[in-house]
């Protein structure tokens, strides 16, 4: 069973060297528990932010009040009534929306606010005259606060343009708004009308100018009909129409593509001709043979003296002079047939062949009179070409022109009529602006004290994330496993937090406050010191830290305490010669005396044997080697074989060796001793040591190979939203009914 709870230790605790996954990320705990320790902070805030934004409020309400006037402009289509067409034209949105933000901005520009200021009735107003300093500044002043406060916003959805002024005063708004309408509507009168009649002169001389290259066009047209002798260039419209010359061409090309795919059938034949003259007898020449009267008649002879063969054969027999007769008559009219049959082939070869050349005489030069033939109509064809695409130039010039010319006549015809119609400035008053009842929106109390209210919540949040962030001291469990990366071996609470040690040595807390939550705390680490090793177990344990006073001595002190507790013999060595505390912790006793001056320098210069310098504790199973006098070169003594020896030698004396090491980021001497032990401890003070110290030290150590086994947190405090307030009520709720249980026993 022993060894199974070991194994499974083992499996809970990585071993030294490896790095335990650690996330990054705040986790929800985490940000409760930020939450929990800031609340008051939080809290108070929001109800700053909410005072603030009431404040606010109601200054804004007595001090700078702000009241808006509004009033609508209708604005027509630009082309909605058209004096030429009976029927309404509809326009796209978006070119209507883009003509009333095109009226907005006229309303919004500049030389329109100098003029509204240059009416009586915005002159007598107590805006006007609230400004101050040199006259070109105030009206400076005055047209920077129209661009701000007076507004013209077109409506996306309806044909109107809103104009509205803000300032302190509900009747001079009104007044304000009032006389912009009506100063804008007067100027958009007259400024449309002028603007007609410079576009009637601009038109005018553009119709001149057009009606002049139209004359040009058509004298062109009559040049290249003269230059090339031809009067039907233009193309009929309605029908594929097609020029007699083209279809000429069109034919003597077709007709020359068949004759030349005739003759080239006909020289293929030629070859073959040619080759049929010494080769074989075909089939076609066979016939002809076959069909001659000679060979017809040589077949029937010869038919007739094989049957008399036949027959003198079956009567006399082979040697019988007439059958040799027979035979030889036979063997006569065959070769006569085979001489007749080669003359026939021969001529017929013959008479084909020349034939054939004949026939491609006449045909060759039928191809060349098709040619010649084809080569002037085609040269009437690109003359033809020529004229019709200067001739289509110039008819697309014309068109062209007559089509503006036609444009213009009707823009003149337009804007005759529009320079007379009454709703040319295409806007309409739809009334004068009344005054306004309520303030503006910013000034609205439920816009306020919600926003003061989430305001300073959210200014307390991020205050309190600020403070937590901001702290990069190692303080608790998490923030080891976060930037440290090293296993951790136990957790030793600040002794402020329990009652049961106040009064006593934190070096001695194991032994003089057995049941404190501190002690509980060192035993629980010696257990997983025991238990997160490799498969041997580490006797010589080198317990260091980054820096002096993050309580390594207290650590080494209590886990050797822990040690003796269990039965085990300890050695405590006190290896720090720059500051050495063993001897205070633990004095000498009286008999003794006169070993002061022995410890472990005395050892590493031979000046004593290791077992003069170790000296009693006072606690039974816990010898102590105290510094002894300080030696000019103490990284090298710790370094050298006697201190090797040292320890070997005190191996088979004692179950586990404790040197309580100096600072690793101040000298060297730690780095010594870790290449000499089986495992090194690391101390981190909550209270004292950096994220960055802690991670200097750690890789400080691994530079030299050291054997890291973890690491312990020392003077944690318990942090609201931790858990070691709640591990100080269980631990003592439990110690309590123990000892009632005991008592009651």
Known sequence: MAQERSAASKRRLPPAGQNPAASSALTPREVFAILRRHILLIIFLTLLGLGAGGGTWKLLQIKFPRYTARTYIQVLPPVETDPMTISTVQLQRDVLYGHRQSIANLIKQQSTMEDLLK?????????????????????????KYLKKHFGAYAHRDSDFVEISMSCRSRAEAADIVNEMLVLFLAGRGVSEQREISERLTQLDGRRQDVQAEVDAAEKALDDVRAAYDLTDIERPLGRNFQHTITLRLNNLELQKDELDLVIRQLQADIGNLEQLATGPVTEQIAAVIEADAIMTSLAQQLALQEAELS???SKFGDNHRDVRRIRDSIEKTRIERELRKAEIAELTRRANLQQAQDTLIVLQERFEKLEESRQEAEAKKKQLDIARVQYDKGAKIRDERLARLDSIKEQIEKLKIMHDDPKTPKVLSVGQAPQPLEMVFSRQWWLWFPSGTVLGMLLGLGLAFLVELANDLVRTPRDVARFVRVPLLGVIPNASEDRQVRRVDLAHVVRQAPYSVLSESYRRCRTNLKLSGPAGPSRTLLVTSGMSGDGKTSVASNLAATFVASDKKVLLIDANFRKPNLHTLFPQEQDSAERF?????????????????????GIEGLGIID??????????????????????????????????????????DAKVLAGLVDATVLVFNAMATSRGAAQRTVRELEQVDAKIIGCVLFAARSIKGGYFQEQFKSYRRYHKKARLAGSAA
């Not at 107590?126 to 400004?131: A, E, I, K, L, R």
């Not at 410890?599 to 310098?613: I, K, M, P, R, Y």
């Not at 090797?644 to 980021?665: F, H, K, M, V, W």
Request: aromatic letters at 6%; proline letters at 7%.
């Open 597 to 617: 001056d022995f410890g472990l320098s005395s050892v590493l210069t031979h000046q004593c044997s290791s077992g003069e310098a170790v000296r009693s504790s």
């Open 119 to 143: 009416r009586d009735k915005v002159r007598e107003t107590q805006w006007y005259q609230s400004f101050r300093g040199q006259p070109a500044k105030k009206d400076r002043n005055r047209v």
């Open 311 to 313: 027959g003198k054969l």
């Open 627 to 668: 510094c002894g006098p300080a030696p000019a070169n103490p990284a090298e003594l710790l370094g050298s074989a006697r201190m090797e020896s040292l320890l070997a030698e005190q191996r088979t004396n004692y179950d586990y060796i404790i040197i309580d090491g100096p600072p690793s980021l101040l000298v060297s």
